[in-house]
């Protein structure tokens, strides 16, 4: 009698892939409208002005300028896009 089982399918091959999420664009860079500044899962940082929040929760830019991270009421993240 066999000690083990025979062959079949590995139990190893089950991990997801990587969602590469966090921050795509950083305090000071200037962007323009639609490029994507945040993925991330809920609403770890919110949409400030000019920035616009995806079905995803993906934060993107409205509006060309620079993006400014800040801490607004009750300790929230903010990013928001300062037009110059």
Same mark, same amino acid.
């Given at each position: 009698?066999?000690? =083990? #089982?025979?062959? /079949?399918?590995?139990?190893?091959?089950? !991990?997801?892939? =990587? #969602?590469?999420? /966090?921050?795509?664009?950083?305090?000071? !860079?200037?962007?323009?409208?639609g490029v994507i500044l945040v993925r991330q899962r809920g609403t770890h940082i919110h949409p400030?002005?000019?920035?616009?929040?995806?079905?995803?929760?993906?934060?993107?830019?409205?509006?060309?300028?620079?993006?400014?991270?800040?801490?607004?009421?009750?300790?929230?993240?903010?990013?928001?896009?300062?037009?110059?």
């Amino acid at each position: 009698m066999a000690t =083990s #089982k025979t062959g /079949g399918s590995t139990g190893n091959n089950r !991990e997801s892939h =990587s #969602k590469r999420l /966090g921050c795509k664009r950083f305090d000071g !860079e200037i962007v323009i409208p639609g490029v994507i500044l945040v993925r991330q899962r809920g609403t770890h940082i919110h949409p400030g002005k000019n920035v616009m929040r995806g079905g995803d929760d993906t934060l993107f830019s409205s509006a060309p300028g620079s993006v400014k991270y800040h801490i607004g009421l009750k300790g929230r993240k903010f990013v928001s896009i300062v037009i110059k």
